[in-house]
Structures are given as C-alpha cells and as structure tokens.
C-alpha cells in the first residue's frame, strides 16, 4: 500500500549537505521528498512539526546488532527500535558476528532482515579477512554483489602489515575501503588507558601510543597501496594529528570517533565502573578536547555510535574481566548536540558528521533533505531536556557508558522511507 | 584506654587510597594494644562471640589467611576458610553469585583476596558483611600496609619524616601500591627502585620519588622494604631477562644495604625469594631484618581491623 502523500510544515528545515537551515515545508510522496518549498498535493496527510528541527535520518557507521549469535544481547529487531528512537535511519552492520560475516550469503541473509525491520537499512561491513583472523582476504567482489558495504574486521586490528597492504590495494578493483580498529594488538593487552588512574586502580593499561603506531603505519600503507583507509573511534590527539597530515598529503585517509570519546574521559571508570569500560578506553580529559578539536575543524568524518551490546552477565565482573563496549544507538544523536550546546561545534556540521558525509563515504543517496531523496527523516526537539537511565533505554542493551548523564535534545519522530517508524 | 575507637569510612577495608591519617593512626594504635596483649598471652574471645568471618580466597596463600584466621579465632569468631579449590566458583559460579550465597549465610565479616583489581569493591556492593580487602590483583593489599606501619612504628617510633625504599616488582604489587599510598599519607619519603620494565605507568604522580640505581635509591634509607618478584615476570615474561641479572642490580645484599642508614630496617611481605630479590644473610639479619616481625605484627593490627568493623556491623549478634 502506497502511503498518502505526507506535508511536514512549520518545520526548520535541516540539510547539513546543501548548508539549508529554515523554517519550511517538506512533502514526502512515495517514499521519497518530494518538494521543500511545500506545494501539497490535494489530499495530502498535514503534520505540523510546531518549529521542530526536521533533519535527515541518520547514518550510523558503526554498530554491533546482535544478530547472528549473541541475540540475548541485542537483536535486529530490537536494535531497529532503539535506532528508531535515536533517529538512526540506516546502520553499517560489524561482521564479527557468530558466525562471522564473510560469506556472502549472510551478508545478504543480514540485509535482508534491515529490510525486514521496516524502519532500518541495514549495511553490512563484511570481514576483511576469512574468519576475522587477519590472514587470507575475504572475498571483497562476491561480498560486495551481495551488499557488503565495505571490509573490517571490526573489534580486531589487521594486525599484519602485509596483509593490510593487500587489503587496501585489493579493496581499490571495487571501489570500497578498509575500515580499521587502530590499536596495536600487541600493546593492547589492557583494561584501561595507562597512566596515573590505570597505575592507582591496579588495572592492566594501554598505552595511548598503541593508537598513534597503527594509525602513523596504515597511513603509510595508504600511500604505498593507494587504498583508502577508515580508522574507527579515534580517541587521541596523536592519532588526530596523523590523520590531519595525511588528509593534506592528499591521501585516501577518512576516519570517525564515537560519543564516549568527545563526552566523557577516564575517571568515568573510577570505583571500577564496567558500564565505562570500552574498547579503545576511555582517555584522559586532554585526549577529549584534542576529538572535540578533531570534530570542530573536520578531521573527524563521521560520528558513529559504536553500539555493542552487553548484558548484566558481561559487566558485573571484576573490571579486568567485564566485556568492553558502550550501547549507543539511543544517545548517538543528543550526545553530539551537547557539543553543539557547549558551543564547540555549530549545529549543522555537527548533523553532517551523522549524515550527509558518511552517505558520501558509503556511496548512498540517503543522508540528505534533496529533491528524490529518501524520506528518510528525523524530527527533533533541540532543546527538550532528559536523562539517560539504565533499564529505560529503548531496544534490549542498556550498558549505557552515559547512565544518569542529564542531555538535551530530543528525537520526536523518525520516518523511514515517508513511514512514521516512531514517535515519541 | 588513651585512643579513641577508629573507624574505618564505609564499613568496609578495601583501600589504603582515601583513609586519612587520623582513622590510620588510631588503627595502628589499637593494633599495638593487640600486639601487647598478644605477647602477654591474653585474649579477648568474647568481642566476636556469635560472629561468623570468612575468609574467601581465590588466590592461594597461607600466611595472611592463617594470620585472618588466628586474629579472628583469638576475638571469638567462627573462622570459616573457603578456598577457590574447592568451591563451586570453578564450577562457573560468578563473584556475585558467591555474594548472594554468603549473604544467605548472615556472614558478618568477609576478608577477600581475588586476582582481579576491584573484586572485593564488586563483592562490597552485594553483600552485607564488612569486607576486607586481603588482596585485588595488582591493586591494594591494605592490611599489609598497616602492619608494615605498625612494624616500622615500633623501630622509629613516628613514620614522619622517615626514608622508606620499596624495591623491586613495583608494577605488579599490590603490597607497593598500599604502601606507597599510607606511607605518604603518613609523611614518609618514598623512594620507588625498580628497573623501568617493573614501575607502572606515571607512578612518579602518586607522590614518590622513582631510582633505577639501587646504591642512590638507599642512600640515607631508614626502611628498605623488598618485594617479592614473581618467577612468571622473568624470561618469557620479558620484564626482566634473568634471575641472576635482577639479584646483582636489584637483589638485597650486605653491599647494597650499606647505602642505607647503619641502623635502616630490613622488610619483606613473603613468601621470599631468596637469592632473586633478598640474600639470606640479609633476610636472617638478626638486628637489621625484621620480617619476622612483621608476621606477628600481621595478627595484631588484622585483630584491630576486624574489632573496628565488627563495632560498625548493623547486627548485633
């Protein structure tokens, strides 16, 4: 059934791509936008958005789904509602999965099921390697036919430089890239950032230089394979400072960071708190301000909310033995508003870190208020005040690492291809 | 009595890190009324009467759970010993599950070693006994710093002002990390000596001064306090390439000690490695050595602990 025609008026209007920012209309038609100058149709459905903030549904580039294998953490399904909620339209799928995605009918087989949600599209990474143990490359032409959106393997640094080189190179016949977990592996043997807060806890640390060392090689391997290389959750400033150089070399060099790493700093970890631990850890405030400047001057890309999904039973242990990772669909897009609030960042470059330019790095149409766009869409109250609680999230995981943390900005509606998939 | 009673904040003894000096004297001055007691051979077997104390280790050890265990027999307690050998934690219990059973029981008091920084924190938020921290991971080893206070005290009298070196695996010890933070907190001087593979990250912050050079970390030492390096940490380890290297650098000999001032103390939590950190003629010191005190001090200043958390304990027994 095709859905009446559907006017959003008394709307400010937000395309992050085209730098619009105004009090307008929006018609949606068939799934798509269909005007921005109003002009309905007669019969069209009439939603006055009382001045709210109407923006592209976001793009989300990183998120663990549960599915397959740990769906008592987290199903599509119920990621697909707390996405929603967070007005995330459309997720780039881990492959580290059980089993893992590197055959190309389960690349398929988990689009499929986006699909199925009705409110999420689903873009599954594929494993760059079989098995995600870093050897033999995955088979990047047959994943991509099948709808792998690019190759990582995902929570596990490629560790071998020979295999990354090949990687990149490859990954250039079909025009994809390689995104990677910058972190040492043989450094990363830790609970913690080391330093003074790791050394007085007790805890196993890593070196913050663990960072930089596989960020300052792979660039290296960019430049001699031509391929393009993604870091994922940058969170220090000499990582920062390796991306920005490369980036004015010239070099196929993109990279995003997550919430926790422009919000928060270590000392969320003190008394042990597991909800705070996550992979790479939490850093000391310097670190924080240097992704806050990394954001404001666009050496960031994108923004991803990172959501891994844990239960009771992975957390409450001795922090050592708690599993790392942050759920974060629902708090992706109002942590990111309270850079905005703070005055570090303007409200539309930071809603292009969340849109329009992942949608370019992933080559898709959607991110974007165009004509023939996707009516893929998000309503939000920039300023409506609430607080993050364990136990109340929407969707399954509730491992907030923001538990109890007061924010401002609220998604009130999210469409999915012109459907209302929520509304608060 | 002169003292007053201690307290100890939260009910709880899992840290060194956040007491004052204050509630750290009047402890170690209860602990010497129980070291005098002891040495008369009096005891009080009415204090814990009813109470019921647990000794809950994960990891092996037979000195500071016997030193538990006498402190808490010599107050009355019911001594129960659990250990991780024969309990269902290998079977896939978790910590917590360990909690809600032991809250099933009433247990009064909880002493906990674990190899995990943190575990009796996590375990202190279940339960509803008093837990004491008998060692977390690398994190603290607090009863273990209070009876090597109370140990230096009955030598040199006030801990302010005093030199103290604490040598050798400083990274991976827990005994170090209590020290450091009650000694400095008590205004000694601590001296750090290790080689760099063996110091933790930024250790220099927590208020120490740090020496690679054994001779110039003694120099002037009122207390040269040894630690134990663990066998696993050497070779495959790769922290320290052998045994033989780590005693001629950083092993205790008569040589070494000489730097230290001639009437310095000589400490040692055990069990020893004789010939890796300590020679035997210095750990048999008749004057210089006093490890064997420390031992004894142990069940004092453990009996002192016990008496301070069970005064706090919301049920009366």
């Not at chain 1, 592209?56 to 199903?75: C, K, N, Q, S």
């Not at chain 1, 920062?240 to 700093?265: H, M, Q, S, W």
């Not at chain 2, 400095?184 to 930024?202: D, I, N, W």
């Amino acid at each position: 059934m095709i859905p009446a025609p559907l006017l959003i008026h008394n709307a400010r209007l937000i395309d992050p791509a085209s730098g619009l920012d105004s009090l307008g209309a929006l018609l949606i038609e068939n799934g798509r936008i269909a005007s921005l100058t109003g002009g309905a149709a007669d019969g069209a459905e009439r939603l006055d958005a009382g001045g709210q903030c109407l923006a592209p549904g976001l793009i989300d580039m990183r998120a663990a789904l549960g599915e397959p294998g740990a769906e008592h953490r987290e199903t599509i399904a119920s990621a697909a509602l707390a996405a929603a909620a967070g007005g995330i339209t459309t997720i780039c799928a881990l492959p580290d999965t059980q089993p893992v995605l590197d055959d190309p009918a389960l690349v398929e087989f988990i689009a499929r099921r986006g699909e199925a949600t009705g409110s999420l599209t689903i873009l599954p990474y594929a494993a760059a390697t079989r098995g995600l143990k870093g050897m033999e490359l995955s088979e990047f032409g047959l994943l991509r036919e099948a709808g792998a959106v690019a190759f990582t393997d995902g929570a596990h640094a490629i560790a071998s430089a020979r295999t990354m080189r090949l990687a990149l190179s490859y990954a250039r016949a079909f025009g994809t890239f390689i995104v990677q977990h910058p972190e040492e592996p043989s450094l990363a043997h830790g609970a913690a950032t080391e330093g003074e807060l790791a050394t007085r806890l007790g805890l196993p640390g890593i070196p913050m230089a663990a960072e930089a060392m596989m960020v300052a090689r792979d660039i290296a391997l960019a430049r001699l394979s031509g391929g393009h290389v993604h870091f994922s959750r940058v969170s220090t400033a000499a990582a920062l400072e390796l991306i920005r150089a490369a980036k004015a070399e010239g070099l196929a060099v993109t990279c995003d960071t997550a919430p926790p790493y422009f919000d928060l700093n270590e000392n969320a970890i003190t008394g042990y708190r597991s909800y705070a631990k996550l992979s790479p850890p939490l850093r000391p405030e310097e670190e924080r301000r240097a992704v806050v400047a990394g954001l404001t001057d666009g050496t960031i890309d994108t923004i991803v909310s990172d959501h891994q999904p844990r239960d009771a039973d992975d957390k409450r242990l001795p922090f050592a033995q708690a599993e790392a990772g942050g759920a974060g669909l629902a708090t992706l897009l109002a942590v990111t508003l309270a850079r905005v609030h703070a005055g570090d960042i303007a409200l539309l470059p930071a809603l292009a870190m969340l849109t329009c330019r992942p949608a370019a790095l992933l080559g898709i149409a959607a991110g974007r208020l165009a004509v023939g766009a996707p009516a893929d869409l998000m309503l939000f109250d920039l300023d409506r005040a609430w607080q993050v609680k364990d136990g109340q999230l929407p969707g399954k995981a509730q491992n907030s690492p923001f538990d109890g943390r007061a924010l401002e900005g609220r998604v009130s509606a999210t469409f999915k291809a012109g459907r209302k998939v929520f509304s608060a | 009595m002169s003292f007053s009673y201690p307290i100890l904040p939260g009910g709880h003894l899992l840290a060194i890190e956040g007491l004052e000096a204050p509630h750290i004297a009047a402890l170690l001055d209860l602990a010497e009324s129980y070291a005098l007691l002891n040495r008369q051979g009096k005891t009080q077997r009415d204090l814990l009467r009813g109470r019921t104390l647990i000794n809950l280790f994960f990891e092996d050890s037979t000195r500071t759970r016997t030193s538990f265990e006498i402190a808490g027999k010599r107050l009355g307690a019911d001594v129960i010993n659990m250990s991780v050998s024969n309990s269902s934690v290998n079977k896939g219990e978790t910590l917590l599950d360990t909690a809600s059973t032991l809250n099933a029981m009433n247990t009064d008091l909880l002493v906990v070693r674990h190899g995990q920084s943190g575990a009796p924190a996590l375990l202190a938020q279940k339960v509803s006994a008093a837990v004491i921290n008998a060692g977390d991971g690398t994190h603290e080893h607090p009863t273990q710093a209070l009876l090597d206070a109370l140990t230096i005290r009955r030598h040199k009298g006030d801990l302010r002002n005093l030199v103290v070196a604490i040598c050798g695996d400083i990274s991976h010890s827990r005994v170090a990390r209590s020290n450091i933070h009650l000694l400095s907190a008590m205004g000694a001087e601590v001296r750090l000596v290790a080689p760099p593979t063996l110091l933790p990250a930024e250790v220099g912050r927590l208020g120490v001064s740090v020496f690679h050079d054994m001779r110039k970390g003694l120099a002037g030492a009122d207390v040269v306090m040894m630690l134990r390096l663990q066998r696993e940490r050497m070779a495959a380890g790769g922290l320290v390439p052998s045994a033989r290297e780590f005693f001629r650098f950083y092993g205790l000999d008569a040589e070494k000690l000489s730097f230290a001032k001639p009437d310095s103390i000589v400490m040692h939590p055990g069990p020893m490695n004789r010939g890796i950190e300590i020679d035997s003629a210095i750990a048999d010191h008749p004057t210089r050595s006093v490890i064997g005190e420390q031992v004894e001090m142990g069940v004092a200043l453990r009996m002192a602990v016990l008496d301070v958390l069970a005064r706090g304990l919301r049920r009366n027994g």
